[in-house]
């Protein structure tokens, strides 16, 4: 069963690519052209929200750096200790907004420090796949899109992601 899989995965994407192609050949695309326009475009949208993305990510090591995460840790930890997140998980949850490789490297030090299978580890775990990166999405997005008003664009995201820490916590509460 293993090697059919591993056979199905080899041919999946070529296989997409051929039926594409094949699709735009019998609709009488330009099949080469039109990537060609897709690419080019594509470069003027990383052009365009390079800048963000590369202020989002020294914001966020530079606050990383400063050890102001590490203290709202250890101030907000009484608090955060009574609903089930553990203090070491507070820089986790602010970074996780602005940025996920940043949060992964948190991941990786959590891992090391409490190890992958510990309640902290399994929040860790269930926890960035229950939240999403709000503002790095909401600048990426809406900068390539020329978005200006966002109306409760962030009020939505910050909830939604108030609701997947609270089902984190449950979930792994449950499971632990």
């Known amino acids: 069963m293993n090697n059919i899989l591993t056979y199905m995965s080899d041919i999946f994407i070529p296989a997409i690519i051929f039926l594409v192609v094949g699709f735009g050949v019998i609709s009488k695309v330009k099949v080469y052209e039109t990537f060609l326009k897709g690419g ?66 948190l991941v990786l030090d959590i891992f090391r420090t409490n190890g992958p299978d510990s309640y902290v580890g399994l929040l860790t775990s269930i926890l960035m796949s229950c939240t999403e990166t709000i503002f790095y999405t909401m600048s990426v997005y809406f900068l390539a899109a020329k978005v200006t008003k966002t109306r409760y664009t962030l009020t939505g995201a910050l909830l939604s992601t108030l609701v997947g820490t609270v089902a984190s916590i449950l979930l792994t509460k449950y499971i632990f």
């Open 40 to 105: 080019r475009d594509g470069l003027k949208v990383v052009v365009e929200i390079l800048p963000t993305l590369i202020g989002l990510m020294v914001a966020v090591g530079v606050l990383r750096a400063s050890g102001l995460f590490d203290m709202l840790g250890v101030i907000l930890r009484p608090i955060t200790d009574k609903v089930g997140i553990p203090g070491q998980m507070i820089p986790l949850l602010i970074v996780k907004m602005f940025s996920s490789s940043a949060a992964t490297g």
